[in-house]
């Protein structure tokens, strides 16, 4: 399973970016798509997670400022990032869990840089 990450880069405070993560490898249906993300110095965390029935999870940190979809028939995810904050600069990561248990995937990450 392979899972391709883009829409990083940097973008002063205030600004918008918008993540795609595209999955592809897989036969099985995927069931939770995930951002995360990991600062420097920092442990990575939970972002936003959409399930396959559209069942929506946000840090409270992100609620109001990010909007997480996804593409069911193209095995895509989006994350809309709105109001960007220095405080949100990290990379970035996908993750996706199949429909069967205990298969769970990383994509590589991309970096988000949001200047002051």
């Known amino acids: 399973v392979q899972l391709q990450a883009s829409g990083g880069g940097l973008v002063q405070a205030g600004g918008s970016l918008r993540l795609s993560c595209a999955a592809s490898?897989?036969?099985?249906?995927?069931?939770?798509m995930g951002w995360y993300r990991q600062a420097p110095g920092k442990q990575r965390e939970l972002v936003a997670s959409?399930?396959?029935?559209?069942?929506?999870n946000y840090a409270d940190s992100v609620k109001g400022r990010f909007t997480i979809s996804r593409d069911n028939a193209k095995n895509t995810a989006f994350l809309q990032m709105n109001s960007l904050q220095p405080e949100d600069t990290a990379v970035y990561y996908c993750?996706?869990?199949?429909?069967?248990?205990?298969?769970?995937?990383w994509g590589q990450g991309t970096l988000v840089t949001v200047s002051s």
């Open positions: 993750n996706i869990d199949l429909v069967v248990r205990g298969y769970n995937y």
């Open positions: 490898g897989t036969r099985f249906t995927i069931d939770v």
């Open positions: 959409i399930s396959r029935g559209g069942r929506i």
